[in-house]
């Protein structure tokens, strides 16, 4: 960055902002510009640390004279002024790409359509208990640039969406971690699979010898790219299905990893319960092994770890009813391991701003596990007409309060209301922690 004295930032939420700071302490010309209007509590950070930003519109002569440009993730690159920047040969990169050009630490990257979230929040934990210097950061809640900004670590571990891989070239992560690919995002990919999976796989682009490629043997996507690349890493593959081969799987109900001296352990010791979480387990435990944490303090750690908010949660039993915010399973394929992890019939609250679903893959789980509909949406002829005939009682709702009455009503003794919506949340709330938390707030006041 030696050459690059003006940084201009498009997008003022947690990314571009906490890009902002980092660009400032570092001495940088900063100006940041959002289209929208920014948030107080983001406003008040520029505003103390006399950066210079504007809302509502964006400069395209100042932005323009920029050496280079931190991209928010949220922005597609088809936006008029990315669009106009890459014609005038500025340098368009995301707050990620920006913050790894400032800490020598060791980055442990984790991505995926479905649990990248749990993962990257289980291998901090593992890390934490092993005493490790390690701060965690990224789409997972906090700017990996503010977190750079306020000093140096020896770890960063960083959830990544496709989003923000897209804009990362050189970064290179010490530990790489890819969960599945699975449909998601398609709205930013030209409802193209192959160039969002092709963008999961940009985790990989920069490893060498010394670095490492956790990933999900059985997602038979990530296989068939891995065996068409010429990947020069340490390949650590998991499996709940194979063994030979395999740094970490699972057989007779304990799993395996073969890191470092081998660790075995029962499922029924995993704090995370159901077929994916075990894949979460495995990948974790991995990484925990490749860094060296002894085995009885993963094998703690892999037992007492407690899940993010809004990933099948348990709020709470009423009458016998039990209620589960799973608000942050926003695509097909995170619901349908919510509705493969439920044990007992379920009422299903789903909804929201579809993503180019296709929900024909649940089919079958909910024939099997789903006694009642809730669609929890403004737009919902979509999801009415995919299970129409498969269950017979689908309701609409339009508010977290009217999905919760539906639910405690539809749902017998002994069954369990499960919001997990498949769905963006935009339409009818702030974020998916807004919906998780008035569905939360509404089974309470039952």
Not at 123 to 150: Q, R, T
Not at 251 to 277: E, F, R, V, W
Not at 420 to 443: I, M, T, W
Request: with cysteine; hydrophobic share 40%; aromatic share 8%.
């Amino acid at each position: 960055m030696a050459d690059v004295l003006n940084i201009a930032i498009i997008g003022a939420g947690e990314s571009g902002v906490g890009a902002a700071q980092l660009a400032k302490s570092k001495g940088f010309d900063v100006f940041v510009s959002d289209f929208g209007s920014i948030k107080k509590k983001y406003k008040s950070v520029l505003e103390e640390e006399h950066i210079a930003f504007e809302e509502g519109t964006h400069d395209f002569e100042r932005i323009l004279k920029a050496d280079c440009i931190v991209k928010s993730p949220g922005i597609p690159d088809k936006v008029p002024i990315i669009q106009k920047a890459k014609e005038s040969k500025i340098p368009v990169i995301s707050e990620i790409e920006f913050a790894a050009q400032f800490t020598d630490a060791k980055l442990i990257c984790v991505t995926g359509s479905n649990g990248k979230t749990t993962t990257a929040s289980l291998i901090y934990h593992i890390m934490k208990k092993g005493g490790l210097d390690v701060v965690l950061c990224g789409n997972v809640g906090e700017s990996f640039a503010a977190k750079v900004a306020e000093g140096d670590h020896d770890y960063f571990v960083i959830e990544l969406s496709s989003f923000q891989l897209d804009g990362m070239y050189k970064t290179k992560p010490f530990i790489s971690v890819l969960m599945n690919i699975t449909p998601d995002h398609l709205d930013r990919y030209d409802y193209d699979f192959d160039k969002y999976a092709n963008s999961k796989m940009r985790i990989t682009q920069n490893l060498d010898e010394h670095c490492w490629f956790i990933y999900n043997y059985d997602d038979e996507v990530i296989r068939n790219k891995v065996e068409a690349m010429d990947l020069h890493t340490n390949l650590a593959p998991f499996s709940l299905l194979e063994t030979e081969g395999m740094a970490g799987f699972r057989n007779n109900k304990q799993i395996t990893i073969n890191i470092n001296d081998q660790l075995n352990m029962s499922i029924y010791d995993l704090a995370l319960k159901g077929s994916h979480n075990t894949q979460n387990s495995l990948a974790s435990g991995i990484a925990g092994r490749i860094l060296e944490i002894r085995k009885e303090s993963v094998r703690e750690s892999l037992s007492d770890f407690q899940n993010v908010e809004h990933r099948l949660e348990f709020v709470a039993s009423v009458h016998g009813i039990g209620f589960v915010n799973d608000s942050k399973a926003t695509n097909v394929n995170s619901t349908w391991y919510a509705l493969e992890s439920m044990e007992n019939r379920t009422v299903w609250i789903v909804g929201g701003v579809d993503k180019g679903n296709d929900y024909s893959a649940l089919e079958e789980m909910v024939a099997e596990k789903v006694s009642a509909i809730i669609c929890l949406g403004k737009e919902n002829q979509k999801i009415i007409d995919a299970f129409d005939g498969i269950v017979d009682t689908i309701v609409e709702a339009s508010s977290a309060t009217e999905a919760v009455a539906y639910g405690y009503q539809l749902a017998n003794k002994g069954e369990t209301v499960l919001l997990s919506p498949a769905c963006a949340s935009f339409d009818l709330f702030e974020n998916f922690e807004d919906r998780g938390n008035q569905f939360k707030a509404a089974v309470r006041a039952l």
